[in-house]
């Protein structure tokens, strides 16, 4: 569990609850599902992995902030165009991730990408503009800059792999856990 023991944490997009869900009971089409804030692992896979960064076979090289990552889902019956789209990080030192010209790791987990993100699809940004802090609001913005999705991290501090992840669970709610990338 992270530092004090409780996680800590709210989900919004407009009128949604923390499971990601609308006041209907609808799913929210595009979501935040995982964050990384405070890697145990080396998921940039400098050394000793698969060679192919933030996928499920880390590395065993040196753990840093290049290691931090986020994980959105697509919810929708079709695929997004996320040209236009943009990750606002705020937490004192904040920072945007403008997906048209990243400097991040894109990974996309069914074969999408920037211009098809693909529906049920996974889609982790590795190593994001600045350094993560344990105490973040995550903002999603889509082209015409509606919030698509909020996230508002208390506290990720992780204390080993078994809870290094900041991840919304089957049951709709948010709690520390050993990451599950692209899952």
Do not use: C
Not at 30 to 40: A, K, L
Not at 55 to 72: A, F, K, Q, Y
Not at 97 to 110: M, N, Q, R, Y
Not at 129 to 146: A, I, R, W
């Amino acid at each position: 569990s992270p530092g004090n023991g409780e996680v800590n944490g709210t989900l919004s997009s407009g009128s949604t609850d923390s499971t990601g869900s609308d006041e209907s009971g609808e799913v929210n089409d595009i979501h935040f599902t995982e964050v990384v804030t405070d890697p145990q692992q080396d998921w940039s896979d400098t050394t000793g992995g698969d060679a192919i960064a933030f996928d499920s076979i880390v590395g065993t090289g040196t753990v840093g902030t290049t290691d931090e990552w986020i994980e959105i889902k697509n919810g929708r019956d079709e695929t997004v165009d996320l040209t236009l789209w943009r990750l606002e990080m705020l937490d004192g030192t904040d920072a945007a991730e403008l997906f048209s010209s990243s400097s991040a790791s894109f990974v996309f987990f069914d074969g999408g990408d920037i211009n098809n993100f693909q529906p049920d699809e996974f889609l982790v940004i590795g190593n994001p503009s600045g350094d993560l802090k344990n105490e973040v609001t995550l903002q999603l913005f889509d082209g015409s800059d509606f919030l698509v999705d909020e996230l508002v991290i208390d506290d990720a501090n992780a204390s080993g792999i078994s809870d290094e992840s900041y991840q919304l669970t089957d049951d709709g709610n948010w709690g520390m856990g050993e990451a599950t990338v692209g899952f």
